[in-house]
């Protein structure tokens, strides 16, 4: 039972270069969401999806795109990167929107030059 | 607009002493308060939640406070060990919505 698990862990990326985040869960949770980690700025919501089949916009849903592939995975896009989303990008899941516990994942660690 | 706002960014304690940590929040739609913990590395861990219609839960060396009148959450440790070195995160719930508003952290150091 992995959890919650990212790919890749690190990534490098040149400023207009796009790159697909992934994300699984073998928990059989419900809800999914992608949040990105600055320094100073806690964690912040991007996009999450309370069910497979929908998704709905965060806090800083700019320059992603999301995919709720089925409902062990759930992707984010960038399709043109840019400096500002260097960050750390961490995915969680739980059961159910709302009060459930989220179960987050290692992180990623993108760098845009 | 920082709805969840951390204000010590570290805290250093002795081992074996208390470590409180604070968090003040804005919303008052917030019926859900969590406390995750986050080492170097790792993704975050949830170690303790509270209602909005509580003003203490308890689970272990770990209790959370809540005063509502105030806005104000502290998570409270007893005794402090050196493993719970790492950054504590606070978080407002907003009902079935699921999503989780974050506060800055605190990096709290335990000292042997």
């Known amino acids: 039972n992995a959890g919650v698990t990212q790919t890749p862990k690190f990534q490098v990326l040149k400023t207009g270069q796009s790159m697909t985040l992934q994300c699984a869960q073998d928990?059989?949770?419900?809800?999914m969401y992608w949040y990105r980690q600055d320094p100073g700025m806690g964690l912040r919501l991007i996009y999450y999806s309370a069910s497979e089949g929908t998704t709905d916009k965060g806090e800083v849903p700019n320059g992603y795109n999301v995919s709720r592939l089925n409902k062990r995975e759930f992707s984010l896009r960038l399709e043109s990167a840019a400096p500002s989303q260097t960050s750390v990008y961490f995915c969680?899941?739980?059961?159910?929107?709302?009060?459930?516990?989220?179960?987050f994942g290692p992180g990623t660690r993108l760098t845009v030059l | 607009d920082q709805q969840v706002k951390q204000n010590s960014p570290s805290l250093s304690v002795q081992e074996g002493r208390i470590s409180i940590l604070n968090c003040d929040y804005t919303n008052s739609m917030f019926d859900y308060f969590l406390w995750y913990k986050k080492y170097p590395a790792e993704g975050p861990t949830f170690l303790i939640s509270?209602?909005?219609?509580?003003d203490k839960n308890e689970d272990g060396r770990f209790t959370v406070f809540l005063n509502k009148s105030a806005k104000h959450l502290s998570l409270h440790i007893v005794p402090s060990q050196p493993g719970d070195s790492a950054v504590y995160f606070c978080?407002?719930?907003?009902?079935?919505?699921?999503?989780?508003?974050f506060g800055q952290g605190t990096t709290l150091q335990v000292k042997p």
């Open positions: 978080a407002g719930s907003m009902g079935n919505t699921g999503k989780l508003i």
């Open positions: 969680a899941s739980s059961v159910y929107r709302g009060t459930d516990t989220q179960y």
């Open positions: 509270i209602s909005s219609i509580k």
């Open positions: 928990m059989n949770h419900n809800s």
